[in-house]
């Protein structure tokens, strides 16, 4: 039997957690839908924050080191998950590499779909530079606030399931269930797409 390679964009986890469907019209179909207005302004409150981010210190990480680097937008693929993505920031210390991720929505910072994200940055980050990391950021919000999400076995494990949900609906090729409710459909993109929706 061959085996299949899978590429999938890291995004896509986040995504699966909000609709399962949503990764079929991406990943499936192909399909690109239309930039919203919403999407643009996430862009630029993202570009903001990266600004902001190289001339802030440590303190809001609560992190204390003589030495330290902040990279951003850095390119990270697993080849155990077959996953890839750009990750919005890695501090680097002496001792610890972290993880941070952007989000400008309060409100989502800390829903399973940006948990699974981050943790698939960080065995990402394990896998390149053959180190163990127990941590990572969301930096959220227009003033750079911090919360800390510990990488647990738990949700390493919901990282891999959710990895191989997404393989499966890029196997069969079948357009998935979804239990999403109005007020996600209403916000999304592919809302033309979904005909038996509201
Ligand atoms: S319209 Fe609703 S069901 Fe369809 S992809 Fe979007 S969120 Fe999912």
């Known amino acids: 039997m061959v085996m299949k390679q899978y590429d999938i964009p890291v995004s896509m986890l986040r995504q699966y957690c909000f609709c399962p469907r949503i990764v079929y019209f991406y990943?499936?179909?192909?399909?690109?839908?239309?930039?919203?207005?919403?999407?643009k302004?996430?862009?630029?409150?993202?570009?903001?924050?990266?600004?902001?981010?190289?001339?802030?210190?440590?303190?809001?990480?609560?992190?204390?080191?003589?030495?330290w680097k902040i990279r951003n937008n850095i390119e990270l693929y697993s080849k155990n998950l077959s996953i890839h993505g750009i990750c919005d920031c890695i501090i680097e210390t002496s001792d610890e590499i972290i993880v941070v991720e952007f989000k400008s929505n309060e409100h989502l910072m800390c829903?399973?779909?940006?948990?699974?994200?981050?943790?698939?940055?960080?065995?990402?980050?394990?896998?390149?530079y053959n180190i163990s990391i127990n941590r990572g950021f969301i930096l959220y919000g227009r003033k750079g606030q911090t919360y800390e999400i510990c990488i647990d076995e738990k949700?390493?494990?919901?990282?891999?399931?959710?990895?191989?949900?997404?393989?499966?609906?890029?196997?069969?090729?079948i357009l998935p269930d979804s239990t999403a409710e109005a007020k996600k459909c209403c916000q999304c993109e592919f809302f033309n797409f979904c005909a038996d929706r509201y």
């Open 27 to 39: 990943l499936v179909r192909q399909l690109t839908p239309s930039e919203k207005l919403w999407m």
């Open 111 to 128: 829903s399973a779909g940006v948990k699974i994200q981050l943790c698939a940055y960080v065995m990402c980050c394990e896998e390149k």
């Open 41 to 67: 302004q996430g862009v630029d409150e993202h570009n903001r924050q990266i600004m902001l981010n190289n001339r802030r210190n440590l303190s809001r990480y609560h992190i204390c080191a003589d030495n």
């Open 155 to 173: 949700l390493r494990i919901k990282t891999i399931e959710v990895v191989g949900k997404i393989k499966k609906i890029i196997d069969t090729e």
